[in-house]
């Protein structure tokens, strides 16, 4: 089955301690996004990847890094969260071409205290 | 940046009606996208419409593209209480492979 898998699914953390969420997929998808959601914002995307070792900022990466030794793989990395990253996040992948829909993980939700 | 744009932001019917929700975007597009999201959970693809096209059909789901204005309208026709969740339009650019997202719609299907 295609899916995009996250985890962990739900995380409470204090400030300042390093935390990673992991992203995997198996449709051998050289995109892959996070994106964060909340209230009133709607999705915005966080960083990217265009394939191993090929990353980029989104629109919101402060606070954020990523990366992607491995096509399946693209981990979030939180290096001292901060409570303003309190957020429902989502990783993505799609395939090639522009003409492609995005899979999204399940969602991680992170509350920094 | 937000590229898309839902209207309404929520949407209340009664089971069987149709439910219809708008997608205004700014700049031109390769293609648009509907996806759906219940509560708390991820999005899941619904139809994709090519900038090259003006109505595509899926199951219950009628989705046209206006590039002149650059709008999208998204209907669901006789509505379920399983339709409940929030609706969103992506809109993807050229040769890249970001997806922008609007703010959704939150439709509310009532029993």
């Known amino acids: 089955e295609a899916q995009v898998t996250q985890n962990p699914r739900y995380l409470i953390t204090v400030t300042g301690k390093k935390l990673t969420v992991t992203c995997s997929q198996n449709m051998n998808h050289e995109y892959m996004s996070w994106y964060r959601q909340d209230p009133g914002l709607g999705l915005r995307q966080i960083y990217y990847?265009?394939?191993?070792?090929?990353?980029d900022k989104g629109d919101v990466p402060e606070g954020y890094k990523v990366s992607r030794k491995e096509k399946r793989n693209f981990p979030l990395i939180l290096e001292s969260p901060s409570p303003n990253q309190t957020s429902l996040y989502f990783c993505?992948?799609?395939?090639?071409?522009?003409?492609?829909?995005?899979?999204f993980g399940q969602g991680t939700r992170l509350t920094v205290v | 940046s937000q590229q898309g744009e839902e209207d309404p932001q929520a949407l209340s019917i009664q089971e069987g009606e149709n439910a219809t929700m708008n997608c205004s975007y700014k700049t031109s597009i390769n293609n648009l996208q509907w996806y759906r999201q219940n509560s708390g959970r991820g999005l899941v693809h619904l139809i994709l419409?090519?900038?090259?096209?003006r109505e595509k059909h899926s199951g219950r789901l009628r989705v046209t593209l206006d590039t002149s204005k650059k709008s999208s309208s998204l209907l669901i026709t006789a509505s379920r209480a399983a339709d409940t969740a929030s609706y969103f339009c992506?809109?993807?650019?050229?040769?890249?492979?970001?997806?922008?997202f609007g703010k959704g719609t939150l439709l509310t299907v009532n029993p």
């Open positions: 419409i090519r900038s090259n096209e």
């Open positions: 992506a809109t993807g650019l050229g040769g890249y492979y970001k997806l922008t």
């Open positions: 993505a992948s799609r395939g090639t071409g522009g003409n492609t829909e995005a899979f």
């Open positions: 990847s265009m394939n191993v070792e090929v990353t």
